[in-house]
């Protein structure tokens, strides 16, 4: 049993103690206190901002430094800087002039006006657009659909025309400015179709009313057409071929 005992105690012997256990412990606890203490002073401390090395420097210059000032002149002499204001409306830019198809209007209304050849020999189809729908819808309400006649017509006609045209005048005309021509003429025409709504005319007082209104039309195209064309003495001879082409509508108002 003795050497039971002895060997116990030799087994259970060991050179670690109490005592190394709480100074390592507490050399582990100065280490980190060491180390939160640097971190501290390290956040505290204030990091120097970066300046650049021109900055340090002593600027020994004394001199005016350079400043660049506009020239007035050289935007207002300048070709590709316009005003706006100088600039024509967007209407005029589009070939829309109110006050032009105004009076063209007005010159076909009174045949006994003279006609502006300068405002006449323009390539403006707002009107003639305007009178052919409305010659057709005045048309409908008479209970007659013929759309399609009224622009067919219309664009055969003004290409008869156009040719002849070219073969009188030494300057010519262009398709556009027949058309135009033709297009305002057409609104006396308007005007017989509006009275096919409230009474029938075909009799005596529709075919002389009917005739009145080709004459009407055809004089008024053909004194634009001499004076945008310089055709003096000739309008006899315009007005004979501007009478077959609105005796066309004449027809289909009255039949």
């Not at 050399?27 to 180390?35: F, M, R, V």
């Not at 409306?89 to 009076?103: K, T």
């Not at 729908?133 to 664009?155: D, H, I, P, R, W």
Request: hydrophobic share 40%; with cysteine.
């Amino acid at each position: 049993m003795s050497n039971l005992g002895q060997f116990d105690s030799d087994f259970y012997q060991s050179n670690y103690t109490i005592d190394n256990q709480d100074q390592s412990s507490e050399d582990s606890n100065a280490c980190g206190n060491l180390y939160g203490s640097r971190q501290q002073q390290a956040s505290e401390q204030p990091q120097a901002a970066f300046v650049p090395q021109e900055m340090l420097m002593s600027s020994g210059y004394e001199g005016q430094f350079f400043q660049p000032a506009s020239n007035p002149d050289y935007y207002s002499q300048s070709s590709y800087i316009d005003s706006f204001d100088e600039e024509p409306p967007l209407l005029e830019e589009l070939g829309i002039n109110f006050n032009h198809i105004w009076q063209k209007t007005l010159t076909v209304l009174n045949p006994l006006k003279p006609a502006d050849g300068s405002i006449m020999n323009e390539t403006d189809l707002t009107g003639p657009i305007l009178f052919c729908v409305t010659l057709g819808a005045t048309l409908l309400l008479a209970g007659k659909v013929q759309f399609g006649y009224v622009y067919g017509m219309s664009a055969i006609g003004c290409l008869g025309i156009h040719t002849l045209l070219n073969l009188m005048s030494s300057s010519g005309a262009s398709y556009g400015c027949v058309a135009s021509v033709l297009g305002y003429c057409l609104l006396p025409m308007v005007i017989l179709s509006s009275c096919s709504i409230f009474f029938s005319l075909q009799g005596t007082f529709g075919t002389v009313l009917a005739l009145v209104i080709v004459g009407w039309c055809s004089l008024s195209a053909s004194k634009i057409f001499i004076s945008a064309l310089n055709m003096e003495g000739q309008q006899l001879l315009i007005a004979y071929p501007c009478a077959l082409f609105y005796g066309l509508f004449a027809l289909l108002t009255v039949f």
